[in-house]
């Protein structure tokens, strides 16, 4: 006696398959599937124009039940497009005009935005008063000359005029400019070097040229340097100059003070060279400029007000080597001849300056180097 067939091999009654034709969608997909003619939605495909009925059929369910094919009722248009990529077969300028497109574009666009980086009005607004505020001792150098003589005009000249402590304080005095203009300038000029292009993808831009990361990372450096060195080392120079100029000093004057002007030139290089190194370290870990500003003056700000408690608490300023700004006006006191406010040794200062710089540069030459040549 032969074996029944199994119940699934039996063919489907009529009553069973006439739900499945009973939709005119389903029966139409099915009808494309075996080849045979379509209702009259199928005069609509036209190859040949570059214009098709996109159609989606998916499965719905968790694989427990019976998968059905959807059509969407109402199909939309989609257009074929053919992407060709072309090679660029032209000549490329030597490397010094790359590099010196990506220093221009960060630094002109301060002076004008068009072509070049885009700075917000306040930022330019800002840069624009520190850089007239730490001017402030020229124009009262000036008056001190207008005075021409009186206690007044002695004030002045005291006050303001060129003497190892006022070349010490424009650079590394803490008020107002280590406390309101430097910090705040890096904030606004860091802030989004690199955090920007990690945020729009315009890292391809550049590595899509032929530029590498050591020239990327370079021309980012010294544009940020180079703005932040305008505002406090050239500064620095004019009050010198201006010093000269308007006293009518001579020869002798310029000998006996040339040193401390050196040294206090050092030490503004020094101050740039810092702040410029933790500022774009904290821009190339973050996809936000936010974060970069915050993070420099929590930096700056913070490790001198827990030094400043553990000096006021404990007596010792062995802990100002953990601030970045008190490292450096210990070194800038040296460099002066001035009398130092710490206790801790010079060479503490010293090595904390260089652990600061030399693990900034290693953190952003990290974080380059693993940059994504896509939007991240």
């Known amino acids: 006696m032969p074996l029944s067939e199994p119940e699934s091999a039996q063919p489907p009654t009529e009553d069973e398959a006439e739900p499945a034709l009973a939709n005119p969608q389903v029966a139409s997909a099915t009808n494309a599937v075996a080849g045979e003619p379509t209702d009259e939605n199928q005069s609509d495909l036209d190859i040949g124009s570059g214009q098709t009925r996109m159609e989606v059929a998916y499965g719905a369910g968790d694989g427990d039940d019976d998968a059905k094919a959807v059509v969407a009722r109402k199909a939309s ?78 004030f002045l000249n005291r006050m303001w005029g060129v003497n190892r402590y006022n070349l010490w304080g424009q650079v590394l005095g803490y008020w107002p400019r280590n406390l309101c203009m430097w910090p705040l300038l890096t904030a606004l000029v860091v802030g989004g070097m690199i955090s920007d292009d990690r945020k729009n993808g315009t890292s391809a831009i550049y590595f899509s040229r032929p530029v590498t990361r050591t020239d990327y990372t370079a021309m980012k450096y010294l544009s940020a340097s180079v703005v932040l060195g305008f505002v406090i080392v050239f500064s620095y120079m004019l009050y010198y100059a201006a010093s000269i100029v308007f006293n009518g000093e001579g020869w002798a004057f310029l000998i006996d003070t040339l040193p401390y002007f050196l040294g206090g030139l050092i030490a503004g290089i020094l101050l740039v060279i810092t702040y410029t190194s933790i500022g774009m370290a904290l821009s190339s870990v973050s996809q936000s400029r936010f974060f970069a500003a915050i993070g420099f003056l929590a930096i700056i700000f913070g490790t001198k007000v827990v030094a400043l408690m553990i000096e006021l608490i404990f007596d010792t300023t062995m802990f100002y080597i953990l601030s970045p700004y008190d490292s450096l006006a210990h070194v800038g006191q040296w460099l002066l001849g001035i009398p130092a406010n710490y206790e801790h040794p010079l060479a503490f200062s010293v090595i904390s300056v260089l652990i600061y710089n030399a693990a900034s540069i290693g953190l952003l030459v990290s974080r380059v180097s693993s940059l994504e040549v896509t939007r991240e």
């Open 77 to 154: 248009l989609g257009i074929l497009f053919e992407q060709i990529y072309r090679p660029w077969n032209g000549n490329l300028g030597p490397r010094w005009v790359r590099n010196y497109a990506i220093f221009r574009h960060h630094v002109y666009g301060i002076f004008r935005g068009k072509g070049h980086r885009h700075y917000n009005p306040f930022v330019r607004l800002a840069i624009l008063v520190i850089f007239l505020s730490s001017l402030t001792p020229i124009a009262m150098i000036f008056l001190s000359v207008t005075l021409s003589g009186g206690e007044g005009a002695e």
